[in-house]
């Protein structure tokens, strides 16, 4: 955004494509249940927690969907507060490191499959199993989690 903390025209454009992509119902709406999505699709980074306070924020809950308008996702995107910026990818390194008891840059794909369906932001089993079959497994069973690592930041 521009220093004054105003969109540019650019911006606003690029918004308005990525919104008229999840305006499914063909009503200049989104459903709430895409919000975290389409967020990630433009580039934020909002935890699935953030996610839900701003749909609780426009009236929603985790289990009732309601239409966002382009009017009000503006509002959601040009917040003071903005998002936390993806880790950098050292910080995602020293955290696998914590696991890594070998020292030898590799943790096991099942504490790999636990880290990350248990800790923190929170995987579930199929998207676990859609990251493993992208990553290399050592046939010790072993993932590099630096290669790991820069495999997920480069998608």
Do not use: H
């Not at 459903?31 to 953030?50: F, I, K, M, V």
């Not at 950098?88 to 099942?110: L, M, N, R, Y």
Request: no cysteine; hydrophobic share 30%.
């Amino acid at each position: 955004m521009s220093p004054t903390n105003q969109p540019t025209q650019e911006q606003l454009d690029e918004w308005k494509e990525g919104f008229s992509l999840y305006d499914k119902k063909g009503n200049s709406t989104v459903s709430s249940a895409n919000l975290g999505d389409l967020l990630r699709g433009l580039g934020q980074n909002p935890t699935q927690a953030e996610v839900l306070e701003l749909v609780k924020s426009v009236g929603g809950s985790e289990r009732q969907e309601v239409d966002i308008d382009f009017g009000t996702f503006l509002t959601i995107l040009t917040r003071p507060d903005g998002f936390k910026p993806a880790g950098t990818s050292q910080e995602f390194i020293q955290g696998f490191q914590v696991f890594d008891k070998e020292g030898d840059g590799t943790i096991s794909a099942g504490e790999l499959r636990y880290v990350l369906t248990n800790l923190g932001e929170k995987l579930s089993e199929e998207e676990v199993d859609e990251l493993l079959k992208e990553v290399q497994v050592g046939k010790d069973g072993r993932i590099n989690y630096v290669d790991f690592v820069t495999l997920i930041l480069s998608n």
